[in-house]
């Protein structure tokens, strides 16, 4: 039987919700996760440093006793995030970063920042500080097709942004396209990239192709399988500039099979075995070690996990659905085979 024993992984981007839903998600990413980047829009988002600790603490008292996961905090930036409030949670030591979600580009983020220049002078703070910067990479134009909202951010935002703050530590969320890895590598070692598992594992035709599958749809939306292949080619060449973040972001099963349905993916359930069955599919498993436990850390400032966790080839069948607070959640792979399991 086949086994990997890696250092413990990070998650570098997770939804873990709120309320009731919170002990099921905390559950998931406690089970072998170090660490996570937790995302901050939460209705209502976590836009000042007081609203992010006391999340801190709610998420802390559902770790499962035994577990060492440690949640790092996320502020949203909105149009009046001021300088002191970056100092403020600088300050705090939980809270590592401050996210843009572009207003209305995904998921609760209404509250969103509506222009780039809004947030210069917070920006600009989080340089001084070295806070670092998460982005939502969309554009918000309706007149913009969904499957180009990703490139023309790279081409008319982000690389102003990286032009502007060259000192400013830069993670691209949830990359989706050839674009975006081109640019990532060829920028400064300040901008890095987290890549989901179900960007690596499919493409538009898995969600599209001989039926409608919601369970797939996510923002940014899955792209052809040329830019599935060069996620696959960034995530298996080495680079330190690209990492595990998975985007589980669970919606309740009505609100994803819906004539409207809701954008996130769960992968939680089975976040490193999804992975490790993407690294496999590019004979790349050697790899997989500095993607979930190295290259986040580092890139973060933060010490590496000193522990291991080992990984068996052997198949499980996923259920059909897992709790969700007072619902469920339809995870991907959901009445499937993985081939990956965590000992
Ligand atoms: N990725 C998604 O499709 N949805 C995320 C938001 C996000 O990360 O953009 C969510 O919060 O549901
Ligand atoms: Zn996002
Ligand atoms: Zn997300």
Known sequence: MTTITITRPDDWHIHLRDGAQLK???????????????????????????????????????????????????????????????????????????????????????????????????????????????????????????????????????????????????????????????????????????????????????????????HFYCLPILKRNTHQQALLAAAASGSKKFFLGTDSAPHAKDKKEAACGCAGSYTAHAAIELYAEAFESVNALDKLEAFASFNGPDFYNLPRNIDTITLVKKSWDVPASYPLGDTNVVPIRAGEAIDWQVK
């Open 24 to 214: 099921d998600t905390v559950r998931d990413i406690s089970r072998y996760m170090g660490r996570a980047i937790v995302m901050p829009n939460l209705v209502p988002p976590a836009i000042d440093t007081q609203t992010a600790l006391s999340y801190y603490d709610r998420i802390k008292a559902k770790v499962p006793t035994g577990s060492q996961f440690e949640p790092l905090m996320v502020l949203y930036l909105t149009d009046k995030t001021s300088p002191d409030e970056i100092r403020k949670a600088k300050a705090s030591g939980k809270i590592v970063a401050a996210k843009l979600y572009p207003a209305g580009a995904t998921t609760n983020s209404d509250s969103g920042v509506t222009t780039l220049e809004n947030i210069y002078p917070a920006l600009k703070a989080m340089q001084e500080v070295g806070m670092l910067f998460l982005v939502h990479g969309e554009v918000t134009d309706s007149s913009i097709d969904i499957f180009d909202r990703e490139r023309i951010f790279i081409e008319n935002i982000l690389s102003k942004i990286v032009a502007d703050f060259p000192n400013l530590k830069i993670v691209l969320e949830h990359i989706t396209t050839k674009d975006a890895v081109d640019f990532v590598t060829q920028a400064s070692d300040n901008v890095a990239a987290t890549i989901t598992a179900h960007h690596l594992l499919y493409n538009r035709n898995h969600m599209l192709a001989g039926g409608i599958r919601p």
